[in-house]
């Protein structure tokens, strides 16, 4: 059993910047995946970016890509979200994700995650 716990968050303006922090407990395997998806209003839960055990290895979704930063210290188990320039679309509760895997090809999908943290809202607007 993994247990994940989010913190950042809250309400910024356009333009402006938050961070996000995912960490897991309980976690004792070399190789993972942490993901955040995001879910606003009405809308289903989508992919945001990604990063696997793999050094480098990590995925974007193209609405984010370059405005949005993954990083992860596997010492700490924990993932980091920057997230830079934020939009209005942007604004959604944030869900961090993990799974086991070995594959260095980070998954997109929720399906393939069996362990959620319980999110977090962020809200941009002016």
């Known amino acids: 059993q993994v247990d994940l716990v989010e913190s950042g968050g809250g309400w910024v303006q356009p333009g402006g910047s938050l961070r996000l922090s995912c960490a897991a407990s309980g976690s004792n395997l070399d190789y993972y995946a942490f993901a955040w998806f995001r879910q606003a209003p009405g809308k289903e839960r989508e992919f945001v970016g990604g990063?696997?055990?793999?050094?480098?290895?990590?995925h974007y979704a193209d609405a984010v890509k370059g405005r949005f930063i993954i990083s992860s210290d596997h010492t700490m188990n924990s993932m980091d979200l920057r997230m830079n320039n934020l939009k209005p679309e942007d604004t959604a509760t944030y869900y961090c994700?993990?799974?086991?895997?070995?594959?260095?090809?980070?998954?997109?999908?929720?399906?393939?995650?069996?362990?959620w943290g319980q999110g977090t809202q962020v809200t941009v607007s002016s």
């Open positions: 990063i696997s055990w793999s050094p480098g290895s990590t």
């Open positions: 994700a993990y799974r086991y895997s070995l594959q260095t090809i980070v998954a997109t999908t929720t399906s393939q995650y069996p362990y």
